[in-house]
């Protein structure tokens, strides 16, 4: 089959650099230029191509107006509309929710549609550009020109106006997707200010943003329609669209900024005034565009192929899209106990897509952000204070309970076994500890009980069963409890957590060889098969699930019959394809047999080619996914971005190495894409990896340096790249023998 939908759309966006041969001073690269916002906003990437600062809590972006999975970020690539442009959005998580403080520009009389599309315009993509903290359009039914930047906790827009009765639009009734409208507000400060709220209910549950406009240029009248909001049959609140009119002459500019706030109006005040004082697009436009121009310098590529350095530097823009910063200016947040709290010295960050980015991302982070990596560590434990347990899906200050495991867990443990950070280590292990024996949550009870999540018992939290899936997520966060209490020193909750963290033999059959839903009797079920995606399997099938075992591959590999077993196990995987008239999931895509690089169970399988000491495999397939599967087109992601896990992937395989187990400080060694790569490492040091003959058809590793010394592991170490290591590959196009000792 296809492994990804064709495009041959031609995007319009600020024109890049060439690649030059060797890059020796950071500073003097414009890396925003090598960032197409655009990927990933047609097919299923679900990404938007607004303005954003790293890890910001605005995301200022253009909404095409309709609901529907396509449209789940807001914008679809083959859409024609634009109905306004809000300042939250989700980057490729399939969630339909946000849309928050939605700004629509008009000349009189406007263009107005039925429900749901609304007041808008038609926009082409010749007249659309968009790079790395900045958005361009033009509205064709008004011949307003749109530009949109971002502070981290501002959006400023910029139209310019023809001569015309103008008017801007303030809509907080829309709601699309998942979301709904409980209450809103908007009044006026002064001539040029206004102020309000939108609270609504959704995959956020009471959701709260407030906000601060400052306008260039007074408005001549504000306008206010108010409707009420009626839910079973009683009112609930308002809705209200506000309509700020202008008299404006050819080519006259407006600016709109907007700061929001978790907490209150005075908070968006305090932020507006904080980062966005001047009524000065470019000012705000160079800085983030220095601020993502020094994010991106961190990693530093060489290579000859335009398209290629954009790929690499659009994943590495999009793994700093989320999390986001979720604290005012002045350290206050709304927290999951529906109190307002404040930080001290660091900054509480929100949308934390944990089953997804716990694999890639947040690893990643480890190295260039690693003040970052402290901060969402006190933020998981302040979350764990005020709500009982760490976060599984942490979005908007709340909790969404989406997907399953309890994966702060892997974050934490991770920075502490790497000495990052400042946060109370041992506090940070009793909340680890206590999320894993809630029994009430989510089948832990059954799990600790039985050694597995039965398939047959319903648990009253959640709609969804996905115990087999249950069962080996919360496996591994076992195993990563137990490596941090076994550095702490704290023998009995260690031996504990291992034992726990073996729970994955409790659900392997060796009549299947497949890791096997079973009931609470000890029973596995009937009519298993493994190309089925069950109610007990989470987006995937037994092929996909039975490798989810990152904390023990040699213990798995010993469960299958050994090497050899495993290895063809693995082949059947990547060769084993649907039958045509298989109709396959919305989240099984990019496959390879039954691997499915669209969705994040499947992302660590290609690097276990190297623990059967067939290393040759792994570097055809990374090979094959990085340039089949990651193109410079809006059809460029295969699956859902889900908030930087995607592109994480991407950023560690191109550079050459991947963490299978996310806390294990290995990262298996892939292929490379580039003669050279540098890391810029906090402290000053610069890990190298060279490999000069590398090329398309030179994908396979014929031998291995480290400093100079021939080299015999399979893997490399957090350490070595911290140490500021040279890796040196002599790259061929025929398969090489593995250059380590077999395991």
Known sequence: MNLIKSCCLFVVFSSFLACTSQVSDVKSVSYTEFVNPFIGTDFTGNTYPGAQAPFGMVQLSPDNGLPGWDRISGYFYPDSTIAGFSHTHLSGTGAG????ISFMPVTLPYKEAEAPLGIHSLFSHSEESASAGYYQVRLK?????????ATERCGIQRYTFPKADAAVFLNLRKAMNWDFTNDSHIEAVDSVTVQGYRYSDGWARDQRLYFRTRFSKPFAAMQLDTAAIEKE?????TSVIARFDFQTKEGEQILVSTAISGVSMEGAARNLAAEVPDDDFDKYLAAVQDDWNEQLSRIEIKCDDRDEKVKFYTALYHSMIAPTIYSDVDGAYYGPDKQVHRVEGWTNYSTFSLWDTYRAAHPLYTFIEPERVNDMVKSFLAFFEQNGRLPVWNFQGGETDMMIGYHSVPVIVDAYLKG??????KKALEACVATANIDSYRGIGLYKKYGYVPYNVTDQYNSENWSLSKTLEYAYDDYCIARMAEKLGDKEVADEFYKRSRNYRNVYNPVSSFMQPRDDKGEFIRNFSPDDYTPHICESNGWQYFWSVQQDIDGLIVLTGGKERFAQKLDSMFTYNPSADDELPIFSTGMIGQYAHGNEPSHHVIYLFNAVDQPWKTQKYAARVMRELYLNTPAGLCGNEDCGQMSAWYVFSAMGFYPVDPVGGKYEIGTLLYPEMKMHLPGGKTFTVLAPAVS???????????N?????????THEQIMDGSVFEFEMGDKPGQAWYSPR
């Open 97 to 100: 929710d946000l849309y928050d």
């Open 141 to 149: 039914d008004y011949n307003i020109n749109v530009e949109l930047t």
């Open 233 to 237: 049959g009683k009112r609930i609140g």
């Open 420 to 425: 990052i950070g400042d946060f109370d280590a």
């Open 696 to 706: 398309k058809e030179n994908c396979y590793i014929q031998s291995v340096k480290l």
């Open 708 to 716: 100079g010394k021939n080299y015999d592991k399979s893997y490399i």
